[in-house]
């Protein structure tokens, strides 16, 4: 088992009849409702129906579930009161994005090494995007892949 390639993203999206990206880092059309799980909570709708996305059908089997990303934020060098004056905490720290955005790292590192791309669907678009998070402060789910062997 291991965490999937950017390029392990792009072989779903085209088992899933999506066209290859135009760049490798570029979004994969029309495959979020393919990737939602169509699911509630407490009688409310996980994810929110949106024309352009079309009608959930998690027809991938993957139940992409909103639960957002999180930011910690800066770290703080000021005395904690909680821990007799040890600093370190994440002051600001905050789960971002629930109930609209499902966010999955990839095995990918950019050019500098501290960010490292992730896929992430949206609630109002049909595309599986792509960015980049600081690996020490930017928190995404993982989903792994496994090799055949």
């Known amino acids: 088992w291991r965490l999937p390639t950017n390029a392990d993203w792009i072989s779903l999206g085209k088992a899933l009849g ?7 880092l570029g979004p994969i059309e029309d495959i979020a409702s393919k990737l939602m799980a169509d699911i509630e909570f407490n009688t409310d709708k996980m994810w929110t129906y949106w024309p352009k996305v079309g009608e959930i059908t998690n027809s991938s089997l993957m139940a992409f579930v909103p639960a957002g990303y999180a930011n910690l934020g800066s770290i703080s060098t000021e005395p904690d009161k909680i821990t007799d004056g040890v600093s370190g905490r994440y002051p600001t720290a905050a789960f971002i994005g629930i109930e609209e955005y499902s966010v999955f790292w990839t095995a990918d590192l950019s050019e500098d090494n501290n960010l490292a791309y992730y896929r992430f669907i949206f609630e109002q678009q049909p595309e599986l995007m792509l960015s980049k998070g600081d690996v020490r402060t ?7 892949v496994r090799d055949a062997e």
Request: net charge negative; hydrophobic share 20%; proline share 14%.
């Open 18 to 24: 999506s066209e290859e990206p135009s760049s490798p």
């Open 138 to 144: 930017f928190g995404a789910n993982v989903r792994c």
